[in-house]
Every structure is written in structure tokens, then in C-alpha cells.
């Protein structure tokens, strides 16, 4: 997934390039300016497994949690896609994943065939969506080596400081989750049960504070990174 901020940096040809740059990034915007909107409740899919991949995704307001239901009947979740990220990209013609709202959601619409028309007369932009590809492939390896080699613990240090790497300068310290913790669990291969002790267990030590639920407070960053094994 490609977040909003995501633009081509500028190179050495100077103040030229960058305007080009962010003139082809606001082009990119204008084009999902042009999109329709669509609300979306909590739990409710924008699009499931084996659907027909006819639009691309921005998400505008809530989580969406893509996610693969395995054979089992058990869900993993493989990534949350949140305010500014892209889901439904790719090439095949069917979606693969589930894309659920954790929480009431809004999303903007575009056309795939359309917007991969676009993709292929302007580089800048057919370059912006192969990295976002390759970042969904990336956060999904990234998951593949936690949930197969981390701990308990280290799994979900690793997912607040996620978070809280997307929080403004402001609000570094402050974790929302717009998401229940079986949703956690469902992304860290955990039980609620685990999910919820660890929680605890960070708090007694002092590493994190829960205020309301759905907010923690980041008390000593540092130690939470060492006990993500960061």
C-alpha cells in the first residue's frame, strides 16, 4: 500500500525536477479527486476474495483490514490499510484478499482499467504503483518472518511502534486503535487471550498506558523498541 506522502523524490537537476515531481504527485490526487466516494460500516467489505478487481481504493477515513480465510475457517489478517493508503492493486483480475472496515470507514473509487490506462502513458505514475505493490509484498514478508520466529511480545511491540511511526510528530506517542483486539490477533497470529495479557503486561511494567480502550499512551519508547528487537 502507498501512502498519500509517497512521491518520487527530487534528484540533482534542482527545484525544476522537484516541481515536476510534485506536480505529477497532485496530478495522481486529481485523478482519485475525480473518484466517488463510498461509506463503508464497521465490518462491512469494500470487496472479498475471488471478486472481479474493477477499482482501486484510497482510504479517506477508518482501517480496512485485508485479510485471507483460510481453509480452517481461521482468519489472518495480513496488513491494516489506514487514512492515505491504496488497496486493489495489482495485476490479476480477481481480488485475492478480503478487504473488511474494522470501524466505519470511507473510501474513494476509481476505476483499475482506467486507472492503469493512465499508468501506462505517464511513468511517474506507473512507478508509483509498482512500489506500492512491492510495499504490500514487503509487509507481507514482514509478517510472514514475525509471525513464524517472534515472540508474544515482540510481535506486538513491532505493532505499536508501527502505529506509532504513522502518528504526526505530535502525537508520536499516542497509539490509536481503530480496530478490536481479535483483529490484533487475527495480524500477529495470536489468541485475544495472549493479545490482551501482553497489553497488561506492558502496562505493569510501565512501557505503555490504555486510556478509553482504543488509545495507548507510549511511556518509554525505547524500551518498547528493545522489546520489539529493534
Given at each position: 500500500?502507498?501512502g498519500a506522502s509517497?512521491?518520487?523524490?527530487?534528484?540533482?537537476?534542482?527545484?525544476h525536477?522537484?516541481?515536476s515531481?510534485?506536480?505529477?504527485?497532485?496530478?495522481?490526487?486529481?485523478?482519485?479527486?475525480?473518484?466517488t466516494?463510498?461509506?463503508?460500516?464497521?465490518?462491512?467489505?469494500?470487496?472479498?476474495?475471488?471478486d472481479?478487481?474493477?477499482?482501486?481504493?484510497?482510504?479517506?477515513e477508518?482501517?480496512?483490514a485485508?485479510?485471507?480465510?483460510?481453509?480452517?475457517?481461521r482468519?489472518?489478517?495480513?496488513?491494516?490499510?489506514?487514512?492515505?493508503?491504496?488497496?486493489?492493486?495489482?495485476?490479476?483480475?480477481?481480488?485475492?484478499?478480503?478487504?473488511?472496515?474494522?470501524c466505519?470507514?470511507?473510501v474513494?473509487?476509481?476505476?483499475?482499467?482506467?486507472?492503469?490506462?493512465?499508468?501506462?502513458r505517464?511513468?511517474?505514475?506507473?512507478?508509483?504503483l509498482?512500489?506500492?505493490?512491492?510495499?504490500?509484498?514487503?509487509?507481507?514478508?514482514?509478517?510472514?518472518?514475525?509471525?513464524?520466529?517472534?515472540?508474544?511480545?515482540?510481535r506486538?511491540?513491532?505493532?505499536?511502534?508501527?502505529?506509532?511511526?504513522?502518528a504526526?510528530?505530535?502525537?508520536?506517542?499516542?497509539?490509536?486503535?481503530?480496530?478490536r483486539?481479535?483483529?490484533?490477533?487475527?495480524?500477529l497470529?495470536l489468541?485475544?487471550?495472549?493479545?490482551?495479557?501482553?497489553?497488561?503486561?506492558?502496562?505493569?511494567?510501565?512501557?505503555?498506558?490504555?486510556?478509553?480502550?482504543?488509545?495507548?499512551h507510549?511511556?518509554?519508547?525505547d524500551?518498547l523498541?528493545?522489546?520489539?528487537?529493534?
Amino acid at each position: 500500500m502507498l501512502g498519500a506522502s509517497q512521491v518520487i523524490g527530487a534528484n540533482s537537476h534542482g527545484a525544476h525536477i522537484a516541481a515536476s515531481a510534485a506536480s505529477s504527485s497532485a496530478d495522481t490526487a486529481d485523478r482519485f479527486e475525480r473518484g466517488t466516494i463510498r461509506r463503508i460500516e464497521a465490518k462491512e467489505h469494500v470487496f472479498c476474495d475471488g471478486d472481479p478487481r474493477t477499482h482501486v481504493f484510497r482510504i479517506e477515513e477508518g482501517v480496512i483490514a485485508l485479510s485471507k480465510l483460510l481453509g480452517d475457517g481461521r482468519r489472518q489478517i495480513i496488513e491494516f490499510a489506514y487514512p492515505g493508503d491504496y488497496i486493489g492493486l495489482g495485476t490479476l483480475r480477481e481480488h485475492i484478499f478480503d478487504a473488511q472496515a474494522t470501524c466505519p470507514a470511507k473510501v474513494r473509487c476509481l476505476s483499475a482499467a482506467a486507472l492503469e490506462q493512465e499508468a501506462s502513458r505517464d511513468a511517474g505514475l506507473a512507478l508509483r504503483l509498482y512500489k506500492a505493490v512491492s510495499a504490500e509484498l514487503a509487509a507481507a514478508r514482514s509478517l510472514l518472518v514475525s509471525v513464524g520466529q517472534q515472540s508474544a511480545m515482540e510481535r506486538l511491540a513491532g505493532f505499536l511502534l508501527s502505529l506509532s511511526a504513522r502518528a504526526s510528530d505530535a502525537e508520536e506517542n499516542v497509539v490509536k486503535l481503530p480496530m478490536r483486539r481479535s483483529d490484533i490477533a487475527d495480524l500477529l497470529g495470536l489468541t485475544i487471550e495472549t493479545v490482551s495479557r501482553t497489553i497488561t503486561k506492558l502496562r505493569t511494567m510501565h512501557v505503555i498506558d490504555v486510556v478509553r480502550g482504543t488509545e495507548v499512551h507510549i511511556l518509554d519508547s525505547d524500551r518498547l523498541a528493545e522489546l520489539a528487537g529493534q
